[in-house]
């Protein structure tokens, strides 16, 4: 599982999935832009590994560090 951030209209929140496009879709889920803006929301990977206990929260992970030309 691994870690992400999703932003969207100056709204963030931390999303873990398995996959890029599972945290997209629980980004769409969670912000719920119309079709207009969707192109506003922004997924980034975090951390890589990650790893939660039975209650899904946070245990550790693997922090992804990116430069500013990635963004």
Do not use: C, W
């Not at 969207?8 to 496009?21: A, C, G, S, W």
């Not at 922004?42 to 500013?68: M, N, Q």
Request: cysteine-free; glycine content about 8%.
């Amino acid at each position: 599982m691994n870690g992400y951030i999703a932003f969207y209209d100056q709204l963030r929140i931390e999303i873990f999935d398995e996959t890029l496009y599972g945290a997209e879709q629980k980004a769409v889920q969670h912000f719920r832009p119309t079709k207009k803006k969707r192109g506003l929301l922004h997924v980034r990977i975090a951390e890589k590994d990650v790893l939660l206990d039975a209650d899904g929260k946070y245990i550790s992970g693997t922090p992804v560090f990116h430069s500013t030309v990635d963004f």
